[in-house]
């Protein structure tokens, strides 16, 4: 008997655990998945910013080009910002462990996101750069390398995290 009430007790206890748990993991979820979504869209916004520049520049319009520039880095910087704090959000779902395939997942998504600032911040970085100045040919080879480098390591990640959707038979934060 008091074997059987310690199972159900056990139970009760573990089912009210993960019952606490799931509204502040899909709080978490939302807010990762919110923030992807906004770090993509500004970087997007950046990119159609950038070509904008490169036309006025084409045509001989210095003062938009520049002003241009200046719009897209701030929006890449905006980017990567927002890609940190979906990283850090992803970063605290894996400490959750709840259910155990969490920390992998959210570990990984966490390490993407973070490789996608990165990149964002990058792309800022390229631009103030490449408007105040001429890059040097070491400069521009470190940072193809660079380049190459988080892509390759994204595209593993990716694989990883396809790889954990699949076998789970769910998908918690979008591409």
């Not at 139970?11 to 993509?40: H, M, Y």
């Not at 940190?84 to 959210?106: C, G, H, I, M, V």
């Not at 973070?114 to 103030?128: H, I, P, T, V, Y």
């Not at 100045?133 to 694989?159: A, C, G, T, Y």
């Amino acid at each position: 008997m008091i074997r059987y009430l310690s199972t159900v007790l056990f139970l009760i206890i573990g089912f009210v655990t993960s019952c606490s748990q799931a509204p502040e993991s899909k709080k978490l979820i939302d807010e990762t998945n919110a923030a992807k979504v906004k770090a993509r869209q500004l970087a997007s916004d950046a990119g159609r910013k950038w070509n904008q520049a490169k036309e006025k520049n084409e045509s001989g319009d210095q003062a938009e080009h520049d002003r241009l520039i200046e719009e897209a880095a701030k929006l890449y910087g905006q980017s990567s910002e927002t890609f940190e704090k979906a990283a850090s959000t992803a970063k605290e779902l894996a400490k959750l462990n709840t259910p155990a395939w969490y920390a992998e997942y959210f570990g990984l998504q966490s390490r993407l996101m973070s490789n996608l600032a990165e990149l964002a911040a990058g792309a800022r970085d390229e631009l103030l750069t490449r408007n105040a100045s001429v890059p040097s040919d070491s400069e521009i080879q470190s940072k193809k390398d660079n380049l190459k480098r988080i892509n390759e390591e994204n595209e593993k990640l990716r694989k990883q995290i396809a790889a954990i959707e699949s076998r789970q038979d769910i998908v918690l934060i979008k591409e």
